[in-house]
Every structure is written in structure tokens, then in C-alpha cells.
């Protein structure tokens, strides 16, 4: 089982950023902030060293020399569910939509205000650790063949395991615990991406189509994910 996310600033932080002057300035903001980073150059020893070492988080850029983010994000989530924040060009909604819908937790467009990093960042490293650490939730929730265990965030449907990324398990635990509800796309911003809802943010849509797409993989029916038209998604 990959090591549980850090709690408080000690956590270890992966950027991978080609732009060396910009990496400097993130690495050094984050352990100014009391994190740990390593620090990566090139897309293929980004990937080398985010399977091969222990993350809470990566920070992966998109255009990278050798393989470029998306073929980084790709790859790792064969084997990693590390929660990873894309940073994306400005304005580029193509490349935000690709990279939700490679696992992305995340995404910061360039260029970022340092304090709106870090503060994903926080929010990010919480959601996956910190908000399933309540003991009034149940360790599991088990509906019609489709289990969650939020002791070591693992999917299953009948026995198959299905991977989701720590927000995307979030997102459907919180849907299942308030199943044949409808729940709001704001409520579910607020509570699940930790940010206020807006109608021009797709990273919700994205997340919850990337989670129909694993179900359906793993033989579970898609459509017990439903869109509530004109308000948001419920879990039948």
C-alpha cells in the first residue's frame, strides 16, 4: 500500500518543471513552508522518480522534454495514485481537460500566484488524508457490488479493483454516503475540491465522467452515476 499523505508541512513534494528558474522558486517557497521537494527537469525521469520514490504530492508540468505530462500522468497512474496538480497554460482548457481526464486531482494555470499555489496544495494534501480520518464515518460503504475502504482509499466492483485518484474517491464516497440524493454541484465543490463553485470550472464534470468510465471498465453500470439537470449528481 503506497504511504499515506503526510499530516502538517512535513510532506514530500514532487516538481516537475523544465523552466529551472520557476523550479527553483516553487522548490524553495515549499520548503520555505517547511515541505520537502525533489526536483525534476524532463518528463521520463519525472515518471522514474515518482514511481520508484514516495510522493504526498506532485506538481507536474505540461510541456516537458521526452514525454510530456499527460504521458507522465498516464503512466504513473498504472501503479500510483499519488494526488498530482497539473500546471497548464493559460487559457488552455484543452490541456486541463486532458489532464483531468488522465487522473488529475488539479489543475494551476500559468501563470500562478504563489499563495493560490500553496493553498491547493493544502487543500489537496487534506482531502487526501486528513477528511477520512473521521471516526464518525464508517471504515467502508458497500453498495449493490461496488465497495470503498477509506482506510487505504481501494476501489472495488465484485472483487475487481478499480483505481481512482484521491479525489475522485472522495467524490464518489461522498456521493454514496447521500445515495438517491441529489447533491448540488456548489455543495459538492465545497465540500469535495475544497473551492467555490463556477460555471465556467469543468474539473467536476471531468472527475465524475472519469469515474463512469472506470465503473463501467470494471463491468458496474455507469448510470448510477446520474446528472441532475440543472443542479447536479446523485448516486442510485
Not at 497512474?77 to 497539473?86: E, F, H
Not at 465497495?147 to 487505504?152: G, K
Amino acid at each position: 500500500m503506497e504511504r499515506m499523505v503526510a499530516m502538517g508541512h512535513d510532506a514530500r513534494i514532487l516538481v516537475v518543471e523544465d523552466d529551472r528558474t520557476l523550479n527553483a522558486q516553487i522548490s524553495d517557497l515549499l520548503q520555505d513552508k517547511g515541505y520537502r521537494t525533489e526536483q525534476s527537469f524532463e518528463g521520463d525521469g519525472a515518471l522514474l522518480s515518482a514511481v520508484s520514490g514516495r510522493f504526498d504530492l506532485i506538481l507536474l508540468d505540461v510541456l516537458l522534454p521526452g514525454s510530456d505530462g499527460f504521458t507522465v500522468l498516464s503512466k504513473l497512474r498504472k501503479s500510483r495514485r499519488t494526488p498530482v496538480i497539473m500546471l497548464t497554460a493559460c487559457g488552455a482548457e484543452e490541456e486541463r481537460i486532458t489532464g483531468l481526464s488522465n487522473g488529475a486531482d488539479d489543475y494551476l494555470a500559468k501563470p500562478f500566484n504563489f499563495t493560490e499555489l500553496l493553498l491547493r496544495i493544502e487543500a489537496l494534501l487534506r482531502r487526501s488524508m486528513a477528511s477520512f480520518q473521521s471516526y464518525s464515518d464508517p471504515p467502508t460503504l458497500a453498495i449493490d457490488g461496488l465497495c470503498l475502504d477509506r482506510r487505504n482509499q481501494s476501489v472495488t466492483y465484485r472483487e475487481r479493483p478499480i483505481t481512482l485518484t484521491p479525489v475522485q474517491f472522495r467524490l464518489l464516497w461522498t456521493l454514496m454516503q447521500h445515495q438517491h440524493e441529489s447533491l448540488s454541484k456548489a455543495y459538492l465543490y465545497q465540500v469535495v475540491l475544497e473551492r467555490e463553485f463556477s460555471r465556467y470550472d469543468r474539473s467536476l464534470d471531468m472527475h465524475v465522467s472519469r469515474i463512469r468510465r472506470k465503473l463501467e471498465e470494471a463491468g458496474a453500470l455507469p448510470d448510477c452515476l446520474q446528472t441532475v439537470h440543472g443542479k447536479g449528481y446523485c448516486f442510485t
